[in-house]
């Protein structure tokens, strides 16, 4: 059973930063960072395949967020920049451990183990 386990989540000002981080146990997996705010479906955030080399960005974080990983901790990053209020939510970490090793896995339902979600909130 795969293990994730999130930190970093918080509170900030708006054009604030915070680091989110993510350790899995027993492997390396697509990673994916989710997103749900309230009244809100859950929304993918970002993505990066288990070799690191392909990543993918929700077209409202690109340019802002920075997803990356480190297989030799079994972890994985997202650095959130220039937040705004629109980004609080409840974000949540999950693995795919299913796709192959170039692969990002966009939707959720792809994803076969979840975090147990940091809450990120964003003052204006």
């Known amino acids: 059973q795969v293990q994730l386990v999130e930190s970093g989540g918080g509170s900030v000002q708006a054009g604030g930063s915070l680091r989110l981080s993510c350790a899995a146990s027993?492997?390396?997996?697509?990673m994916g960072w989710f997103r749900q705010a309230p009244g809100k479906e859950r929304e993918i955030v970002s993505a990066?395949?288990?070799?690191?080399?392909?990543?993918y960005y929700a077209d409202s974080v690109k340019g802002r967020f920075i997803i990356s990983r480190d297989n030799a901790k079994n972890t994985v990053t997202l650095q959130m920049n220039s937040l705004n209020p629109e980004d609080t939510a409840v974000y949540y970490c999950?693995?795919?451990?299913?796709?192959?090793?170039?692969?990002?896995?966009?939707?959720?339902?792809?994803?076969?183990?979840w975090g147990q979600g940091t809450q990120v909130t964003v003052s204006s």
């Open positions: 999950a693995a795919d451990e299913r796709a192959s090793y170039y692969v990002v896995t966009t939707r959720s339902f792809e994803y076969d183990y």
């Open positions: 990066i395949s288990r070799s690191g080399g392909n990543t």
């Open positions: 027993g492997g390396t997996y697509v």
